[in-house]
């Protein structure tokens, strides 16, 4: 993992509700969440997303900016997330968009934690 993507997950776990950052929640659509960040700018998006990608090993499919929110469609082991930063309130997070999908963030999130507990 790339030190800087390890180093910005740890400092959000640090200074923001833990309970908020790496979560998996249920959507209104019954697809999973993964929440990842919420401080990082609209303007650091693009760079954050494709260190995430590459991280990943995620293909950016699209990309969607509106005014308040940005929306990153990413293939992952052929399936599609989409990755999602919302103005307000602020967070970047992975949505499923199928059952496949959600045992992928599942996948995701337990790789995250663990690399970011080896490197702290």
Request: hydrophobic letters at 40%; proline letters at 2%; one cysteine or more.
């Amino acid at each position: 993992m790339q030190l800087d993507l390890v180093v910005e997950i740890y400092f959000d776990m640090r200074n923001l509700p833990k309970e908020n950052l790496l979560t998996i929640e249920k959507m209104k659509s019954g697809r999973l969440c993964l929440n990842l960040n919420s401080y990082t700018e609209w303007e650091d998006f693009p760079e954050y997303a494709k260190k995430l990608a590459n991280k990943l090993d995620a293909n950016i499919n699209s990309k969607i900016d509106s005014i308040d929110i940005r929306i990153w469609e990413l293939k992952i082991k052929n399936e599609i997330v989409r990755l999602v930063f919302d103005d307000f309130p602020m967070l970047i997070s992975l949505e499923s968009t199928s059952k496949e999908g959600d045992i992928l963030l599942s996948d995701i999130k337990t790789k995250l934690e663990r690399e970011v507990n080896n490197t702290f």
